[in-house]
């Protein structure tokens, strides 16, 4: 299995896949390194608190218009 070509390069090919260099953001490396691992411990919650987020200031930006765009899509676009 040694002198196998194709098991050779395949192992050449995991120890340079396996080695991933640590990510380097300039000045937001500190905060990637602390929220990151949140997104990685905790998707779906972070996702809920995202999405919560996202919606609340969409409302805030919009206001009535984007309660408006919600009664349209919920109708639909032709009326029966």
């Known amino acids: ?13 995991m120890q340079e896949i396996a080695f991933v260099p640590p990510q380097q953001m300039g000045l937001f490396t500190p905060l990637y390194k602390r929220i990151v691992p949140v997104f990685k411990e ?9 999405s919560l987020a996202a919606t609340f200031i969409a409302f805030i930006v919009f206001g009535s218009y984007l309660i408006r765009l919600a009664s349209i899509l919920q109708l639909g676009a032709f009326y029966p």
């Open 1 to 13: 299995m040694e002198n196998d070509k194709l098991y050779r390069m395949m192992v050449a090919k």
């Open 42 to 50: 905790y998707p779906l919650k972070s996702l809920v608190f995202l």
